[in-house]
């Protein structure tokens, strides 16, 4: 079993819908939860961070920790044709730890 | 955020030669970078921890000895391709770790696409 799980899609989106993006896991002792954003041969870039439980709110994006369920989420808002990109999440046990990326989801949002 | 930047951004080299691939932390020193591979429509995958001033740290099936890694300073770390093969093209990507009062993660390089004929 993977550290981390993450549906590839992709998901294809109309212009100003609601993105919901997932991610489990099986480590119960993963503390910090990231999502990364990649456009097309580009280096990921660094979107949100959460430590432990609860949300986080950042202009239209919402990252969401579920350490019950060992489920994250990443909402986006009003989504954009801007938005379009392959979001990676990630995670690590402590400060100092390696991090584990999901696969990444591709996603489209059409104008 | 941190600026972290590769060059060159994209190579093409003969099958046997060798490649280096320099990352660089712009506006901050970097104890830790990482580097990483990644193919077509699948997800980072760690190749080796680079610690400034010591030896870097492979993970599991990475041959240190064809991927050479140098952190010789606290924004500079090279990996280094000897005698690349056409198996080893792919987008190589760096990291470096950013730790504040806040919160520690990884600002990543724009990566840097191999192609070996």
């Known amino acids: 079993q993977k550290e981390v799980e993450q549906d590839p899609g992709p998901l294809s989106v109309p212009e100003g819908a609601i993105v919901s993006l997932n991610c489990t896991y099986s480590n119960s002792a993963f503390q910090y939860f990231m999502w990364y954003r990649q456009y097309s041969r580009k280096g990921p870039e660094l979107l949100m961070y959460t430590y432990s439980s609860g949300n986080k709110e950042d202009g239209r994006f919402t990252a969401q920790v579920d350490k019950s369920s060992k489920y994250i989420s990443l909402f986006i808002r009003d989504s954009q044709p801007s938005d379009s990109a392959t979001y990676l999440c990630?995670?690590?046990?402590?400060?100092?730890?390696?991090?584990?990326f999901g696969t990444g989801t591709s996603l489209t949002v059409i104008p | 955020g941190a600026v972290v930047s590769q060059h060159p951004s994209w190579v093409i080299c003969k099958s046997g030669t060798s490649v280096k691939i320099e990352c660089r932390s712009l506006?901050?020193?970097?104890?830790?970078m990482f580097w990483y591979r990644q193919f077509p429509k699948q997800s980072l995958m760690l190749m080796a921890t680079?610690?400034?001033?010591?030896?870097?740290?492979?993970e599991q099936g990475v041959e240190k000895d064809k991927f050479l890694i140098n952190h010789a300073s606290l924004t500079l770390s090279t990996l280094t391709v000897t005698s690349a093969h056409p198996e080893d093209s792919s987008f190589y990507i760096c990291?470096?770790?950013?730790?504040?009062?806040?919160?520690?993660?990884?600002?990543f390089g724009p990566g840097t696409r191999l192609l070996v004929l």
């Open positions: 990630a995670m690590s046990v402590d400060t100092g730890n390696q991090f584990y």
């Open positions: 990291s470096a770790r950013v730790r504040d009062r806040i919160q520690e993660t990884q600002y």
């Open positions: 680079s610690n400034e001033g010591s030896k870097a740290t492979y």
């Open positions: 506006d901050f020193q970097a104890t830790t």
